[in-house]
Nanobody, 126 residues
């Protein structure tokens, strides 16, 4: 069974950086289309950045040039590098995945994923 476990969250000042990590088990990261979602209590997750099996990446407009998704095939991990963080980025961040290709236009739609991690909390505050 595929499992996703996030880490790397924490508290950071505005304009700071964090790198979130998502450890994949039960399969290899190369078999997954995956994305990071920002989760607010009681609301549907908002897609931040995604990457499909073919390697195509798509980032939400609000984070372009600041957030970057990547993968490490040797470690079976996904990463989200978050730069120039703003207070409105405060939220839990979850990684999600599916073991099938996804068109890039569908990468940031939460309904397309069937594997989810529990999330890691990010707090951006001075």
């Amino acid at each position: 069974q595929v499992q996703l476990v996030e880490s790397g969250g924490g508290s950071v000042q505005p304009r700071g950086s964090l790198r979130l990590s998502c450890a994949v088990s039960g399969t290899t990261v190369c078999t997954l289309s995956a994305a990071w979602f920002r989760q607010l209590p009681g609301k549907e997750g908002i897609g931040v950045a995604g990457r499909n099996i073919e390697g195509t990446e798509f980032d939400a407009q609000a984070v372009q040039s600041r957030f970057f998704i990547s993968k490490d095939t040797a470690k079976d991990r996904l990463y989200l590098q978050m730069n120039n963080l703003k207070p409105e980025a405060t939220a839990a961040y979850s990684c999600a995945a599916i073991s099938s290709p996804l068109d890039w236009v569908r990468l940031l739609d939460a309904g397309n994923y069937n594997y989810w991690g529990r999330g890691t909390q990010v707090i951006v505050s001075s």
